[in-house]
């Protein structure tokens, strides 16, 4: 396997209350005016907070669950870890439980500063 490739497994378990999130959006964003704001990510200008989908969560957590999205504060997570399981690849991280802004059960648009990547996509 050569450096960045997915790690191959076959299941993933969250411990203790932790979640662990998937589809954390880090591309460039449009606008709904058309503006092209590219990703600065560690600068000023990239800092903002970021929606995940709960991918796996701990078996004492009571708070979420998977398949929901939640908006983290910036930086408030851990760097992303490249896997695939069952075929499917995807970076997770695990996030501050404290630091979660928001709950939903779909991907809201995120409409204070454009579409994001995510539903942009979809």
């Given at each position: 396997m050569a450096y960045g490739d997915a790690h191959q497994?076959?299941?993933i378990r969250a411990k203790h209350d932790e979640?662990?999130?998937r589809d954390m959006d880090f591309n460039d964003r449009t606008l709904a005016s058309g503006i092209l704001?590219?990703?600065?990510?560690y600068k000023s200008e990239g800092i903002r907070p970021r929606w995940g989908q709960i991918y796996v969560v701990g078996p004492k957590q009571t708070r979420f669950k998977p398949g929901q999205w939640i908006c983290v504060s910036h930086g408030r997570?851990?760097?992303?870890?490249?896997?695939?399981?069952?075929?499917?690849?995807m970076t997770i991280r695990?996030?501050?439980l404290d630091e979660v802004m928001l709950v939903a059960?779909?991907?809201?648009?995120?409409e204070t500063l454009g579409l994001t990547g995510v539903a942009a996509n979809q």
């Open positions: 497994i076959k299941s979640v662990i999130v704001l590219a990703d600065d990510n997570w851990t760097r992303g870890s490249k896997i695939e399981v069952n075929g499917e690849e695990r996030v501050d059960d779909e991907l809201p648009l995120d």
